[in-house]
């Protein structure tokens, strides 16, 4: 059972910083990308930012310049350093993993239960 575990969510002014972590744990055999997607209320679910095994990343438009996505390989973690937030921010983080579960050939996708992040203005 693979599981993964975000914590770092909370109520912010806007031009703060939060940073998110997001860690897999489990029978994992290796982890292709790790990311964060958000998902405000009457909205879809967007891409926030990913890295891959290879530490190349991507980011959605509004976060570049501002958010900034690393990982610990050794924890299975993975970060997100989020700057000079806005109003607009303001939504559900869940973190999302491509990964191979031991006794599997093929990789899934896995998906945290989701944090809220709250900017005030």
């Known amino acids: 059972q693979v599981q993964l575990v975000e914590s770092g969510g909370g109520l912010v002014q806007a031009g703060g910083s939060l940073r998110l972590s997001c860690a897999a744990s489990?029978?994992?055999?290796?982890?292709?990308?790790m990311g964060w997607y958000r998902q405000a209320p009457g909205k879809q679910r967007e891409l926030v930012a990913i890295?891959?095994?290879?530490?190349?990343?991507n980011y959605g438009d509004s976060m570049k310049g501002r958010f900034a996505i690393s990982r610990d390989t050794a924890k299975n973690t993975v970060y997100l350093q989020m700057n000079s937030l806005k109003p607009e921010d303001t939504a559900v983080y869940y973190c999302?993993?491509?990964?191979?579960?031991?006794?599997?050939?093929?990789?899934?996708?896995?998906w945290g239960q989701g944090t809220q992040v709250t900017v005030s203005s």
């Open positions: 999302n993993a491509d990964l191979v579960a031991f006794g599997r050939r093929y990789p899934s996708e896995y």
């Open positions: 489990g029978s994992i055999s290796s982890i292709n990308a």
């Open positions: 890295i891959t095994r290879s530490d190349a990343t």
